[in-house]
Each structure stands twice: as C-alpha cells, then as structure tokens.
DNA sequence: TTGAAAGCGCTACCAT
DNA sequence: ATGGTAGCGCTTTCAA
C-alpha cells in the first residue's frame, strides 16, 4: 500500500495551492467550479483519504465522542460455564445484550443523529490510558467499573478539567463537581418494587445479592433497607460486605499505592462464591438481586438444586435487560431507560462541548417496575 | 473549562524540555526517575491531556480501527409501526440486536482483546464521510448499504489503495482487488435449508423474499434456486426484482449522475409493501425469506390476517439473529457466525495495516441450518 | 539523560 | 478566487 498522498501532492498533481485543495473540500462553493473539479480529480486519482490527525490537530477539536466501555468478558464469570461460549455459538441473551449494550446503543443512535461518530475505548489499564482516549475526542461518557482501582479513575479528576466528562450510574457521590452524571431513578424504582413485595406477597425475611461497592447497587440497597423499614420490617440480608479495596468506580483521588498490588477485584467471582453456596434448606422469602444478571445465573443455579422460582421462593432483578423478558421464569425487576440514558449523555457532551459550563448536570431518569413470573405475578408459560 | 494545556506548558512548569515530557511518558524507564515525577506531577496539576491528534500526526497511525456503520432505524420500516418506538420502552429483539450488532460486537471484542480502540461511523451521505472516516482509522470495516447509490461506495475504490479495507457480506463480486471480504456460506446454508424443505417437509412451491440487489441476497436466492433445479424443481417465486438503481453495497465506479437524484433507495418499505400484498388465499408451500428480520415481519402480517404458521404456510429466515430464538414461532434459519465476522474482519485489518500487502483476502465462514417451529419440526410451546 | 529543532498534514488568516 | 504561510501539539532524530 503506497505513502499516503497529501494535500501537497494533490496541490502539485492539480496545479494549485494547498490552500485551494483544502478549500475544493470544506469551501466547495468558494472555489470556481473548473478548480474544484480539478482538485476533486486529482485527489480521486492519488487516492486521496485526509488525514483526520492533521485536521483535527489545525483545526482543534474532531467531532467524536468517547465511549469508555470495559471489559465484557469478565460480566459473564457468574454463568454456568456452557453460558461462556469464548467465540460463537448461538445468541445467547444471558450474554448480550446486556445493561451496558442498551445504553451504548442509545449513545450511538444520538451521536448517529447528530452528525457525530464514536469512539469506544477498552477498559483502561493505567491512568494514562484514560488520558489517550480522553485526549481523542471532544467527550467521554464513562461506565463505573473495577478500574477505581490503580489509580485509573482519580485521573479522571484532573482530565475532567480540558474534557466534558459524563459519569453513568454513579449516583450518591459528591456532586459538586465537573462531572456531568446520568443515572436511573435507583430509589424509587426499588421502592417500587419493595412495596409490591411486602404488599402484594407478604414477602418479610429479603436477602439481597450484589456487591455495595457499585454505586448503583448501594443506592438500591439503601432504598430497599429503608422501605422496608417503612413498613416496620427488618433489613435484607446481604451476605456481600463491601470489598476492601476502593469501591467500584469511585473516583476519588485515594490511596492508589493501597490497591495497587491487588488482583483485580472481581465481585463476579464473589457472588458467584455466594449463589453457590446459598443454602437451599434455609431460603429467605424473597432475593432481591442488585441486578438481572445476577438474578438469572441464581435462578439458574437454584434450579439445579431443586429449589423452583417462584414457588419455592421469590427471586427480582434489576434493570430491565432483554435477558430478563426471553428466559423463564421471567423476571419480576425495576427497568432502567438504558437507552435514554446513552442517549442522554451524548447530548449533554455535545452541548457541553460548546458552551463548556463549569459545573457538572446530573440527569435522573425514570425506573419503572415490570412484573414478571419470578415472583409468582405471572404464569409460567413456558420452560 | 481552560484551553487543553500542552507539552510546552507541562515543559515550563516541570522545568524541562518537551521532548522530555514526551519521554516521560512514552519511555519512562529512559527518563531519570526524579525527573519524571517532576513531568508526571506537573501534568496532574495542569490536567493535562496530550492530543491524540497531535500524536497521531507525528507518529502516523492511530491505534483505532473503523467500522462503517449505517442507519439502523430504516432497518425497522418493515415492522409494524408498534415495534418501532422511537425513544426507550422494554427491550425489542425485533429491533435489536440485529445482524449488524452482533457482527459490531465481535468486531468490538476483538479490538478490545488486541489493544486498538474502535471508531463507528455513521452512514456514509457522501464519498466525503468516506474519506473523512477512512482518515482517521488504520483501517475499516464496512457493511452493504445503500451507499451504493450517490458514488459513496466508488470512493472505497480510491480509499483502499491507502487503507486497508474489509467488506463484510459482498461475495459475489470480483474478488481481484485490494479489498478484503468476509462472508458467510451462503451457498451452503441456503441449499442445506432447501434440501430440509423439499426432502423433509415435501415443498415444492416456494416464495423467496428480499431485495435481490443485496450480494448476499442474491447469492442465497441463487443457491436455493440452483438447488431446487437439482431436485427438478421449479425456481422460487421472487416478487421482488432488482431495483431500478444500483445494487446495494455494489462499490464498482458506476455512473453517479444516474442515480444522485433517486430518493433514497428502501428495500424495507417495497419488503413491506410486498408483505402486505401477499395473497392470503394463494400460498406457496413455503415462504423462503432472505433474512430473519423479513421472515418476522411476514409471519407477524400473516398472522395479523389469520394465516398461520407453520399450519397454513412455512415461512423461514435467515441470519440466525437473536430474534429468531426468542419469539414465536421460532424461526427455521440458516445462521451466520456473526460475532465471528467481526472478529476476523478485526484480525485481518490488525495483521494487514502492518503488512500491507496489495492484494485482497476473502475469508468465507461456514453457516449451520437452525430447525425451529416456523418450519413446523419444532412444536409451539407459547405464544 | 536531556535539549533543540525539524517535521507530521491540514486549516485559516492575510495578501493578492 | 487563489496563494503564501504560520501554526496546531506531539514525536523523534541528532547533539550536547
């Protein structure tokens, strides 16, 4: 494949200035016709293709916005082995898509509606890949994830000043920053749902499954703790301490030195330790699971013991993936507006990267309760 | 927000030079340790971002591959207007995710797993979108569309002589260029489908549905054809014929004139017109559909106008989408390795932006036949 | 180990 | 309408 022509090869071949060549492209009507068309020919005869670096360096800013996925792999450590095809096999909804899937798709939507295109990052590494990506596009929308750990997310705190930064799903921290956050109505949705649990089956004895080092997954564990003693009842229980290291996606600028030499936190591992162990002789009244992903794969797990859902005991997810409406027993859940959510934040980086405000927005959305068969609302239909 | 600090700032306050500072960051271990705390401190303290443009200027070559995504909300034109709510609402695998998104996530997995970032494109208005994506990109993923129209697809002739391309889904054309293909067996999946319908389910009297100007269209309808002539039967009925225009995803330099002015060629809405024509009172033994996306939209209008299947008439998919195992009935389909797709575009594009051979590689990934109830081998558990 | 300086390819301002 | 040209911010020899 030969060098890449440039702007000065195709000025020579066309017999003009650089200037004229860049203008035939981004000025079309400010050029006479014949250049334009001689420009146009001769860039088409070289192979022509702009540098997108070069242009984005002279003229500051590129219109794309980032995307900071993390790594999928890792969210399916909670199935039961035949679930983790490592390449294809049959689409299966226990894997995709998932709650991230949903709202990337809304981000990509958007950005696709308004003219500009996305970048998505892998899971950073280092605090430095976070400043690389950062350093491509003209936003990111971040997803909390293990990276609280290392240092990865303090630096957050210093890219957040040159870049529009939205936060997904990270409720309850300090909002008094740059940050701009978008995440779903926690509380009320699983207020929602706790009250059709104790009103609706008399559920008393909770136990609820999901590491509380999530934001999300705190938010909706204080939520139910304190429904619950709304109504004079105890709280859930909840087999899974906080971890010991930084919490997930918490950004703030702590101890990196502390975590550093950690194996990688992996609260998969920890509730899938947890399901496997649930003993099938003492089962509480309801799991209030902290999402459906963990809801299926215990549901999945209780099964092969024996233990039917709902008849047996009563078992609720949280955030509404497809997943939750395809498999059986259907889950009784809160459902988050995922892609309004990916949708949301793109039009908040877009907006922000012109008027560059100072102070961070948050948007809450919506949750709305979906009853399913998981909880015994709902007929099982099929196996 | 303040103006993105530089090198030379980071420079000035750590007292060094800015080649330093790009050492301190690119080759640390070459760097005096002081010194690079002094570099890394003063970053921090400005929030300093170094520009990927920048960088990718002076060292040529980002780390990002593309992929040419197109306008997924056409896609659902041949669904019934409930299915295509324009916001959020529960999870539709009607609309997602489709074969597109499942190609999108192999190719994103794999990226993710060799360390380059991915950048998604919209669909290209104009051969300008082309170039200005293909610049930014080490190389690029595209789908079929009807970009073909308007010389947006001839301008990948000129681009590919300076990035490595890969065309997903465009067997069928000549393959001596610099392109690189991947494909599904199309031939082989479609004649293992007949070879079920005719032996299995004795049909003789098929209907294929689908714009035949789609590469992977036509080559499923010829196969099915040329094995129904194996078997002396009569070709499939094909009440869509080539459209006017040219083909979708043809990418030869056609005439551009010819079909700049056309509205916006839409097999979905003449698949929909079609679908609804169809006589209720003269079926076929077997609507053999060129995707699973038709195949639902057919049975959901034939059900609609009380014909079931598969008692009344067989209808059959293509694709092997998520959707065609979750609805009901499920599909009876030929499925693609989607994710695998992805992958391998991924790879090729990996391997070739080093490389840089001239010539293009076809990889043809094999396809399974998938007996479902539309068929009528499965039984209807639900509704 | 660190600094000076020459690009990388394009845009946009200032002339003409 | 077109040309000259000074950057945009980073990397990378080459010297020191």
Redesign the pocket.
């Known amino acids: 494949m030969a060098?890449?022509p440039?702007?000065?090869d195709v000025a020579k071949l066309a017999?003009?200035?650089?200037?004229?060549?860049?203008?035939a492209?981004?000025r079309p009507d400010?050029?006479?016709d014949?250049?334009?068309e001689a420009v146009l020919q001769a860039a088409r005869e070289l192979g022509?293709?702009?540098?997108g670096?070069?242009?984005g360096?002279?003229?500051?800013g590129t219109g794309v916005l980032g995307l900071q996925s993390f790594d999928l792999l890792t969210e399916s450590d909670i199935l039961s082995p035949e679930a983790q095809h490592p390449n294809d096999g049959p689409p299966d909804p226990r894997v995709f898509p998932l709650y991230v899937d949903e709202v990337q798709r809304g981000f990509e939507l958007e950005c696709r509606q308004r003219g500009r295109s996305v970048h998505i990052s892998n899971d950073p590494r280092t605090p430095q890949d976070v400043t690389d990506h950062a350093?491509r596009v003209d936003g990111l929308a971040v997803f909390p994830s293990r990276a609280g750990l290392s240092g990865v997310a303090g630096v957050l705190e210093s890219v957040v000043r040159t870049v529009p930064i939205v936060l997904f799903s990270m409720g309850g921290v300090s909002a008094d920053d740059a940050f701009h956050r978008v995440q779903a109505d926690n509380d009320g949705g699983a207020r929602a749902l706790i009250a059709h649990l104790v009103d609706h089956h008399d559920a008393r004895r909770l136990t609820f499954l999901g590491d509380l080092a999530a934001p999300d997954y705190q938010e909706r564990f204080t939520a139910i703790t304190d429904e619950l003693a709304t109504r004079g009842l105890a709280p859930p229980a909840a087999p899974l301490t906080t971890s010991p290291h930084t919490a997930t996606g918490d950004h703030t600028a702590t101890d990196d030195t502390a975590s550093e030499g950690l194996p990688a936190a992996n609260d998969a591992a920890d509730i899938a330790a947890i399901i496997t162990d649930i003993s099938v002789t003492d089962l509480p009244d309801a799991f209030v699971c902290a999402s459906d992903q963990i809801a299926i794969a215990l549901i999945e797990q209780l099964t092969r013991r024996g233990v039917s859902v709902p008849a047996d005991v009563i078992v609720t997810g949280f955030d509404g993936i497809l997943a939750s409406r395809v498999l059986h027993p259907t889950l009784t859940t809160v459902r988050q507006p995922m892609a309004d959510m990916g949708r949301t934040a793109a039009r908040i980086l877009i907006e922000e990267a012109e008027k560059r405000s100072g102070s961070g927005r948050t948007v809450i959305l919506p949750t709305a309760l979906v009853l399913g068969e998981s909880c015994g609302c709902e007929s099982i239909t099929a196996a």
């Open positions: 060098r890449r440039t702007v000065y017999g003009v200035s650089t200037a004229t060549v860049s203008f492209f981004r400010e050029v006479r014949s250049t334009r022509y293709v702009p540098s670096a070069a242009r360096l002279a003229r500051g350093g």
